[in-house]
């Protein structure tokens, strides 16, 4: 039975890396905002929680959201992180809850892909929690990236913002802007 299972475990890994590039610039805005592991790994779980409960409400069949929109709300989402990392410095209770919301509509878009490959018979739990672990150990991979090769060098440093954190936001910002515009031409 695990045999068959394993893929959606691969397959939850490789939905953010190497496939989901929007996906790692999102974990990126979260990571940006505050560089420490304990803030960014809280983010990171209140956004799982979220797109875990609409990755399997979509899954199960409860509701199908409109693919396209859910494209473009994952665009804005990256970009309304990015652009709040660079007019702010502080993390507070308000960011968890739209990191909840932006986790709620990026499990429509994870749910869109998994159901493309299709759920095994008799067992969409166990697949789907093995999608999002596989999900889970993704983030976490992007995370202990970012921390070992930025963070860990750079983030006690006073220019850290300034010469890193800001112009990396302001890409991700002009990349988002730019999925959004083709996402809303592409309705």
């Not at 068959?4 to 890396?17: A, D, E, F, N």
């Not at 749910?111 to 999900?135: D, R, S, W």
């Not at 913002?161 to 996402?183: D, F, M, N, Q």
Request: with cysteine; hydrophobic share 55%.
């Amino acid at each position: 039975m695990l045999e068959t299972l394993i893929p959606y475990l691969k397959l939850g890994y490789t939905h953010v890396i190497p496939l989901g590039f929007d996906h790692i610039l999102f974990i990126l805005t979260l990571f940006f905002l505050n560089s420490k592991l304990k803030t960014v790994i809280l983010q990171c779980s209140v956004f799982t929680l979220a797109h875990s409960l609409t990755l399997g409400l979509v899954a199960f069949g409860l509701f199908m959201p409109n693919v396209k929109i859910i494209e473009v709300l994952i665009a804005l989402s990256i970009l309304l992180t990015a652009v709040e990392n660079i007019v702010t410095n502080t993390i507070n209770p308000f960011r968890l809850l739209i990191v909840f919301a932006f986790g709620l509509v990026h499990g429509m878009g994870f749910a869109n892909a998994l159901l493309e490959t299709g759920l095994p018979k008799g067992q969409y739990g166990i697949a789907l929690v093995l999608f999002n672990i596989g999900v889970e150990l993704g983030q976490i991979t992007i995370i202990l990236l970012a921390y070992f090769l930025i963070a860990k060098w750079f983030g006690a440093k006073s220019w850290y913002k300034e010469k890193l954190v800001y112009p990396l936001c302001t890409l991700i910002s002009c990349v988002a802007l730019y999925w959004i515009i083709e996402r809303i031409l592409l309705l």
